[in-house]
């Protein structure tokens, strides 16, 4: 009987254990990009534009879903105004004007829309092609590591008030809105002077905002743009963007979870954009080292490069890093999964190796599948110390090789695809997301 009773306790053990490995990645008792994302977005069609949104709107407004919107320029949002968005409603970006919108620091937006109710911001074209129009900014008062804790975005916006294109202060609750089961949909449109818009940029936003659920498919530029502040990120979604999926700069505090990065080599830019790119500044000059540098903690992250021809895509140079780190930064990943890139991490070459630097940037529990290299020093031909260093078992770091048909639970579905981690037959979940637990 003893013997029994033990059996049954040790295959108990091994049964939760498999379960622990397995919670690697996105997770969920379901499947939860079902019924709210959509990755043919170019087949849908909303009709024509019923109501037009264009200057500077400085009162409360509601869009109601029963309207289509069609932003005419550059829209902002001022004077401690609030936009509210119903569920289900559309707002198309005009591709002449370079349609934006802006919501300016004290304003706030209140997108809450429903998983099976979503809001969708997307091209106004018959056509619809990446970079169609600008993008989405929301700009908040928590710090940056700006000199003077303040700055602008600088794209050719035209405000009718300067102080409408800064962002940044000493907030670092501070609450700008809510954006929950949103879609946008091919921004990030060039401009000449001012390069790509991103689809999606939070400019020192407090962590009292509310960002989850919202997916960014088809950008020309980077999909989600963080600058500065202390925002908390969940459950995000970037889909074939032509360059960064999730950037992180100027001062950035913020940890990001159960969020997607698919990539494809025929999609992304040739000059080496990533799935994460984490800096805290780009020039150092313009950097005040005595504030908080950006700090990130991922978990629970899928980054994914989809190729027909792995080993072929990377012979030719089309497969790059899947994250890149800079100096004077914090990165912690954990939980996760990168699949398919070369190699799977860049350190900058300026990130001298040694304990202060390898306890600022740490990687653990992560599942590293068909990465050719996986965390190096960027132009450092032997990367020996730093493969050994994050291969110790201390860190519960996984290698392996596995085809995505097996690595993930329906990666090629074209509606509904799921990117769960699936390994032994195993999915990716916790007993927290059984609905039967509420």
């Not at 009718?160 to 294109?165: A, G, I, R, T, V």
């Not at 908390?232 to 505090?253: E, P, W």
């Not at 629970?300 to 790059?320: A, H, T």
Request: charged share 25%.
């Amino acid at each position: 009987m003893k013997k029994i009773v033990l059996s049954i306790a040790t295959i108990c053990f091994i049964t939760l254990g498999l379960y622990a490995q397995q919670e690697k990645g996105i997770y969920g008792y379901d499947n939860w990009l079902s019924s709210w994302t959509d990755f043919y977005p170019a087949k849908t069609t909303y009709g024509e534009p019923t109501q037009i949104l264009t200057g500077s709107i400085d009162s409360d407004i509601t869009l109601k879903k029963r309207d289509i919107y069609l932003l005419l320029g550059d829209v902002f949002v001022t004077d401690s105004t609030t936009l509210t968005i119903e569920p289900g409603t559309v707002v198309l970006g005009d591709y002449k004007t370079n349609g934006s919108l802006i919501i300016s620091k004290g304003s706030k937006i209140v997108a809450k829309g429903e998983q099976t109710d979503p809001i969708v911001f997307t091209s106004n074209r018959p056509l619809k092609k990446p970079g169609d129009w600008g993008g989405i900014f929301i700009l908040g008062d928590a710090p940056t590591n700006k000199f003077g804790n303040e700055a602008s975005i600088n794209y050719g916006l035209k405000p009718d008030s300067y102080e409408n294109l800064k962002y940044g202060g000493e907030n670092t609750k501070s609450d700008s809105g809510i954006m929950r089961y949103v879609r946008i949909e091919f921004a990030g449109k060039r401009t000449k002077e001012y390069g790509y818009f991103n689809a999606f940029t939070l400019a020192g936003v407090g962590e009292e905002t509310v960002i989850d659920n919202v997916m960014v498919s088809y950008c020309k530029g980077n999909a989600f743009n963080v600058l500065g502040g202390n925002v908390i990120l969940d459950k995000l979604v970037s889909y074939r963007a032509n360059k960064n999926d999730y950037s992180f700069n100027y001062g950035t505090q913020t940890s990001i979870s159960n969020s997607l990065a698919v990539r494809s080599p025929y999609v992304s830019s040739p000059d080496g954009f990533k799935s994460m790119h984490i800096l805290s500044f780009d020039n150092k000059d313009d950097a005040d080292l005595a504030r908080l540098q950006t700090n990130v903690f991922a978990s629970n992250m899928s980054l994914i490069n989809v190729s027909k021809e792995l080993e072929r895509d990377i012979n030719m140079g089309l497969v790059k890093e899947a994250i890149f780190i800079g100096e004077a930064t914090s990165f912690k990943l954990d939980k996760s999964v990168i699949s398919g890139f070369k190699p799977a991490v860049f350190l900058d070459e300026n990130i001298v190796i040694n304990n202060d630097n390898l306890q600022r940037i740490q990687f653990e529990r992560t599942y590293f599948n068909n990465c050719k290299g996986n965390i190096f020093s960027k132009f450092k031909s032997n990367n020996d110390d730093l493969e050994s260093w994050y291969g110790s078992r201390a860190f519960d770091n996984v290698y392996s090789k596995g085809p995505d048909s097996e690595t993930f639970i329906d990666l090629n579905n074209s509606r509904t695809p799921d990117f769960r981690l699936r390994i032994n037959k195993i999915i990716a979940t916790t007993d927290a997301d059984n609905p039967d637990d509420d």
